[in-house]
């Protein structure tokens, strides 16, 4: 089992910043994958971000690019999401969730075994 808890969300104005954090614990080493999803009232929950656990490797759904960055400090089991010129489209719950699975591509939730409980993001315009 892998333990996801969120942090960092909160109010902020169109144009700010933001940085969610995901502390992971348990069978920590056993992930290969994290990733950050987002869900807006209404709307289905979305792939933001992920990256390998090992190789590093990033991908981000075109919406975020160039303005949200996935980080992680394997030492510390965490992952981060750096957010900046944040828009009022991208308020929503963010959720971080770990992958354990081989051949599974991270963008899609069924890649994710454990998920955190969220962290609210919101934008004022």
């Known amino acids: 089992q892998v333990k996801l808890v969120e942090s960092g969300g909160g109010l902020v104005q169109a144009g700010g910043s933001l940085r969610l954090s995901c502390a992971a614990s348990?069978?920590?080493?056993?992930?290969?994958?994290m990733g950050w999803f987002r869900q807006a009232p209404g709307k289905e929950r979305e792939f933001v971000a992920a990256?390998?656990?090992?190789?590093?490797?990033?991908y981000y759904t075109d919406s975020v690019k160039g303005r949200f960055t996935i980080s992680k400090d394997n030492a510390n089991n965490a992952v981060y999401l750096q957010m900046n010129s944040l828009k009022p489209e991208d308020a929503a719950v963010y959720y971080c969730?770990?992958?354990?699975?081989?051949?599974?591509?991270?963008?899609?939730?069924?890649?994710?075994?454990?998920w955190g409980q969220g962290s609210q993001v919101t934008v004022s315009s």
């Open positions: 990256i390998t656990w090992y190789g590093g490797t990033t």
């Open positions: 348990g069978r920590t080493f056993t992930m290969l994958r």
């Open positions: 969730a770990a992958g354990i699975r081989l051949g599974v591509g991270p963008l899609a939730r069924a890649a994710y075994d454990y």
